[in-house]
């Protein structure tokens, strides 16, 4: 890589800054931890770090990141193969997944449509999800995309594309989290929460 320290400590400390959720000093610590333990914690983080590297790969199903394709959640026979959650990434996939909110397949667009980053429906995994939509099997498709004006467009864009297929397209509810105080949310949380409302 360029422009990285020749000094090895320094060099592990630059490449840690640059996770996300670690600044300079976290790495810092982090490093420093590490090279007072390198037998409990260096050494084992290099052979994970080697062995993910050499082993995880994006699902050619859905494009989750597993060590075998396709992954475990594709593979499982106990979920509900009827139903297909689009995330933008894998990152909101292990969100659903630790929430255990979704006994479903995922589908991994890998972004949202944004044309001022240049970003169109052919740099995401749309045509894929049609694709595994023509293929039958699948009865209603979830567009969990964040609320964002990218991920709207985004969610408009591709209801349009399922909307021939005649299958049921579903978008998460949005409004006020549990345990959430009106006075502290933005207005479009507030705005949505309002439209959404339903009967008690």
Do not use: F
């Not at 060099?11 to 640059?18: N, P």
């Not at 996770?19 to 007072?36: C, D, E, I, K």
């Not at 509810?173 to 009967?199: F, I, K, S």
């Amino acid at each position: 890589m360029h422009n990285l320290p020749n000094d090895p400590i320094e060099r592990l400390v630059a490449l840690l800054a640059k996770l996300p959720g670690l600044g300079r000093r976290s790495a810092r610590r982090a490093v420093l931890r590490m090279l007072t333990r390198p037998n409990e914690t260096m050494l084992p983080l290099a052979e994970a770090l080697a062995a993910a590297a050499a082993a995880v790969r994006p699902c050619q199903t859905c494009g989750n990141l597993d060590a075998q394709s396709p992954c475990g959640i594709c593979r499982d026979p106990q979920r509900d193969h009827h139903l297909v959650c689009v995330v933008e990434g894998v990152a909101d996939l292990w969100a659903l997944e630790r929430a255990h909110a979704h006994r479903g397949l995922y589908h991994v667009l890998g972004g949202v449509l944004s044309p001022m980053g240049g970003i169109g429906p052919e740099e995401l995994s749309i045509q894929p999800l049609l694709a595994r939509i023509a293929a039958g099997g699948i009865e209603e498709v979830i567009v969990a995309l964040p609320a964002t004006v990218d991920g709207a467009a985004t969610a408009h864009y591709l209801t349009d594309r399922l909307r021939p297929s005649g299958i049921a397209v579903t978008r998460l509810a949005q409004g006020v989290p549990m345990g959430g105080a009106l006075d502290v949310l933005d207005e479009g949380t507030l705005a949505a929460a309002l439209r959404a409302r339903r009967p008690v």
